[in-house]
């Protein structure tokens, strides 16, 4: 089985790439910006690579604040493989559960993502055979949440990594969203927390090449 995971270097992709890794029977190709793929520069790139090499299962884990790129993955895959039997596992967010703010660019693309795959869901398999599916984390166990407190309460990210790879296996029924959301403290935690992963994210995006 072949599979490709965008994002595959960090956080949720890496957790991905490294537990499937310890089964036997997949061949792996990771697009990430640590060995020449920027889906913020070029997502078409990653798009054409993925349906020439064949995948059977697509991992879209990658975002970009520059653009709508995880979006535009797994809509293109999708229509491109309407007629054969593939799978595509989208990292979504609870953004969209919660009511964060849809002005913000990540919110209002996970958003979107969670929309794609619940419309998705009723074309299968009748007008598009492949399997569209997304898991909307609350945070997660990664290097964004470095440095917060009471990491504990948030999701560890093998777990996280686990309930991806769980969405591979065929069923008769689709899990177009799923929510996995963390346990909440108080309303002022939560601010602290999203201003910290604010600050992470940008010294992420600052010291990448």
């Known amino acids: 089985m072949k599979i490709a995971i965008t994002g595959h270097s960090r ?44 995948a059977d299962v697509v991992f879209n ?38 009511g964060h703010n849809p002005s913000e660019s990540y919110a209002s693309n996970k958003i979107e993502l969670m929309n ?12 598009n055979k492949t399997r569209c599916q997304s898991i909307s984390f609350g945070y997660v166990q990664t290097s ?26 065929p069923r008769n029924y689709i899990i177009a969203d799923q929510l996995v959301t963390h346990r909440y403290t108080d309303w002022d935690q939560h601010d602290r927390l999203r201003s910290k992963i604010n600050e992470n994210v940008l010294k992420y995006w600052i010291n990448q090449p």
């Open 116 to 127: 794609y795959h619940v419309k998705a869901s009723l074309d299968w398999p009748t007008r």
């Open 144 to 169: 964004i949440l470095e440095d917060t407190e009471d990491a504990k309460n948030y999701i560890p990210v093998k777990d996280a990594a686990e309930l991806m790879i769980n969405l591979i296996e």
């Open 11 to 54: 956080g949720i992709g890496k957790a991905v790439y490294e537990k499937l890794q310890e089964r036997e029977g997949y061949e792996f190709r990771g697009y990430s910006r640590s060995n020449g793929y920027d889906i913020g520069v070029n997502y078409q790139k990653v798009i054409d690579e993925i349906i020439e090499w064949d």
């Open 61 to 98: 884990n990658a975002w970009s604040w520059q653009n709508n790129a995880q979006n535009l993955i797994v809509k293109q895959l999708h229509e491109a493989w309407a007629d054969v039997e593939k799978v595509i596992i989208s990292t979504g967010s609870s953004s969209g559960y919660y």
